[in-house]
């Protein structure tokens, strides 16, 4: 294959249709001796850099313009890399002690290079001033030419996961008396299942709250707890509980702490009111009382009490709030999507939650061995959660990268799906959900929109790009994800005494349902970077409805339970620092189809508009743990 050709193949239409960009690639080949692949993987950092850095529309096009900045660009970066490695070859010589010069810093919010370093592919000498026939410059007068650094060898993490022993196991399974799907769609199919998004998340500005703003949002949470429960209860009459009483009242607030510093305790426990209910005042608990409570910092309760001295309100019971309304469907409409557009066939789906790398490492291996899945299971959804790049992998932190965030996501993670896409084409659907902890994602608090540019990070088209926390719907059922650790939250925040549910993780993800928010805890910890929300913004993280399944990917073990006819997934993450984590495979059945024909024949016009069905999915979804 000759090297036009080649380009055409790897660049596709960009080159295909543009004679004057295929030629000058060519000469670019030629002068570096580089293969076409890396001349493409360059092209696609740079260009990604200079579409995110302008302020003007751009569609990152082979333009003149942008071919002739590549070229500069290419070229100062390799004449800095043969500088650099001349230096370092002449200190190792002279036996200097002195390190090498470091790597420079991005300009960006991350550390890094400002366009991508070369991978250099030969071990050969290249006078880069010669081929360019420009003036040598000063920096590097009289310097000889040195060989470019070899591809890093594999890591210690890389081979150990190369050799793991338990791969495809399955750890844990909710539902085993349910069938796995096993049989993959069948050749020609197109997207059965239709997927649309509850809660849409705007790019905003953050960092913007007034004071007012964000007392106005918590007290509106209060009230909204208190006229759900008045509904519920009508005869309920809310009382202040800073007030002296020698009766017991009924009092609605949030739960928070005065302990300065570490985690609260039932010595530390308030309760804060709003304004309509206590004209914001904050009062000590006493739970000395009661037989068994469980709270966290932001839970909004609803207790029963009194104040003797006005100074200590002393629990005596904690109500129950009012459950979320289930999600629900007629028949008909479920007769159409799992019957009709299904075909009676289940729905399998995918969900995994980065990090995607080795800790010693950016080659993205674990993601490369969940790929080997979906393309041997052919899943009808993938859903894959952030973070993608981290801000925390040690290489990141330390600038020791080769090239943008971004090009490793599109190396490494769109490549991979754009050729199942290409393989399978219309048969799996795609959904991203960024994390706080994201290099290429600008919002640093919740909630976070979808990724804004789906293209310039070579995602493949139709890709789902879903906000942070991301409530949608796959045909009539009903997800909310949110991958900011909450589960890791409340884990440490909870205070808890002879709770009504022993079972840890399940009292956890009640806490999600219970109070109708997919990020309850508040106020976050200022030392941890998945605990800002933007109280202008808190309304977006609230359930609009039951879900019928919540993921909540979390660093605490992987588990599938049903808490409360809601199926919770904690499917760990896919990286376990130096070794592989672990996955969540889910299959979901339909409902009996005679039953449903039975349902739609029974309902009049009238019935058809109102008549509502519960999904039931936690007694029809199949939910397999897997060890990547």
């Not at 360059?42 to 850095?53: C, F, G, L, R």
């Not at 000590?284 to 469980?294: F, H, Q």
């Not at 790929?371 to 990141?396: A, Y």
Request: proline share 7%; hydrophobic share 35%.
């Amino acid at each position: 294959m000759n090297q036009e050709q080649a380009l055409i193949d790897v660049f596709g239409n960009t080159l295909a249709t543009n004679p004057s960009a295929l030629r000058e690639c060519v000469n670019l080949l030629r002068i570096y001796r580089i293969e076409p692949e890396s001349l493409h993987s360059k092209w696609e950092a740079y260009i990604m850099n200079t579409i995110s850095s302008s302020r003007d529309e751009d569609d990152g096009s082979m333009t003149d313009a942008h071919l002739e900045g590549f070229k500069n660009n290419l070229r100062r970066t390799l004449e800095l890399k043969a500088a650099q490695g001349s230096q370092r070859q002449a200190q190792s010589t002279s036996g200097s002690s002195f390190a090498a010069p470091k790597k420079a810093q991005l300009k960006s919010r991350f550390p890094g290079s400002t366009s991508q370093a070369p991978k250099v592919i030969h071990d050969m000498e290249i006078d880069l001033n010669d081929q360019f026939n420009s003036p040598e410059p000063k920096s590097s007068m009289g310097m000889p030419t040195t060989p470019f650094r070899k591809p890093a060898q594999p890591s210690p993490s890389s081979k150990q996961f190369a050799l793991r022993k338990n791969m495809s196991e399955i750890e844990e399974t909710l539902n085993s008396h349910l069938k796995l799907k096993t049989e993959p769609p069948r050749a020609g199919t197109e997207y059965k299942s239709t997927i649309n998004l509850v809660t849409a998340v705007k790019p905003y500005r953050y960092m913007f709250e007034k004071l007012t703003d964000k007392g106005e949002a918590l007290d509106d949470r209060i009230d909204a707890f208190a006229e759900l429960y008045r509904k519920r209860y009508p005869d309920t009459e809310f009382r202040n509980p800073a007030y002296p009483s020698q009766s017991v009242v009924t009092v609605v607030g949030r739960i928070c702490s005065d302990a300065n510093e570490g985690k609260a305790n039932e010595q530390s426990l308030l309760l804060e009111t709003s304004r309509s209910f206590g004209s914001g005042a904050r009062v000590k608990l006493d739970v000395m009382e009661v037989t068994g409570y469980n709270f966290f910092p932001g839970q909004i309760v609803v207790l029963s009490g009194l104040n003797s001295h006005g100074s200590v309100f002393a629990v005596t019971h904690v109500h129950e709030l009012p459950a979320i309304p289930m999600a629900g469907a007629t028949p008909a409409d479920l007769e159409d999507f799992q019957y009709k557009k299904m075909a009676g066939q289940p729905i399998k789906m995918i969900v995994a939650a980065g990090p995607y790398t080795l800790s010693d490492n950016l080659l993205f291996e674990p993601f490369a061995a969940l790929m080997e899945h979906v393309n041997t299971e052919r899943p009808d959804v993938l859903l894959l959660m952030g973070p993608f790049v981290s801000s925390t992998h040690p290489l990141i932190v330390s600038g020791d990268i080769d090239m943008m965030p971004e090009a490793y996501f599109a190396k490494y993670i769109s490549v991979l799906l754009a050729k199942h896409q290409d393989r399978y084409p219309k048969e799996m659907q795609i959904m991203l959900v960024p994390s706080l902890q994201d290099v290429i994602h600008e919002t640093l608090v919740l909630p976070q929109p979808g990724f804004e540019h789906p293209r310039a990070l070579g995602l493949p088209a139709g890709t789902y790009c879903l906000p942070n926390p991301a409530q949608f719907t796959i045909n009539e059922m009903v997800f909310a994800v949110n991958t900011a650790d909450i589960l890791m939250h409340l884990n440490g925040d909870e205070i808890a005494r002879n709770p009504d549910r022993s079972d840890r993780m399940s009292r956890l993800s009640k806490y999600i349902v219970e109070q109708r928010n997919l990020h309850p805890v508040y106020p976050g910890l200022a030392s941890d970077p998945d605990s800002g929300v933007d109280s202008n913004q808190f309304d977006l993280l609230d359930l609009r409805v039951c879900p019928d399944v919540v993921i909540l990917p979390s660093k605490l073990k992987h588990f599938a339970k049903i808490v409360d006819n809601v199926i919770v997934v904690n499917p760990n993450q896919l990286s376990k620092m130096q070794s592989g984590g672990t996955f969540a495979k889910l299959t979901i059945h339909p409902m009996s189809e005679s039953a449903l024909s039975d349902a739609v024949m029974m309902m009049d016009e009238d019935d058809e508009q109102t008549m509502s069905t519960y999904h039931r999915v936690y007694e029809r979804c199949r939910v397999d743990l897997v060890r990547v």
